[in-house]
């Protein structure tokens, strides 16, 4: 298991769209939310992902996919 703090960057069209719930539905990953700007202009979450290696990849690359600008800031093995 490892734990990534991935900086999330969201685009105004999907304000509306409940990524983050899709993402953990999705995928076998645990969240952590340290930090949020979101608003209908766009903005950027700060969240830890905790999951197999793979599985983060995986979740990552979906969100990239999803027109969402992802930076891995920092990855742990838990």
């Not at 490892?2 to 999907?14: C, G, K, M, Q, S």
């Not at 999951?51 to 990239?64: E, F, K, R, T, Y």
């Not at 969402?68 to 742990?76: A, C, D, E, G, R």
């Amino acid at each position: 298991m490892e734990t990534w703090l991935v900086r999330l960057d969201f685009p105004a069209h999907l304000f509306d769209v409940p990524v983050i719930n899709q993402l953990i539905r999705r995928y076998d990953v645990t969240f952590n939310i340290q930090s949020a700007h979101i608003d209908r202009n766009g903005g950027q979450v700060e969240i830890y992902l905790t999951g197999s290696p793979q599985v983060l990849q995986a979740a990552i690359d979906w969100l990239d996919g999803r027109g969402i600008t992802t930076h891995t800031l920092t990855k742990q093995k838990t």
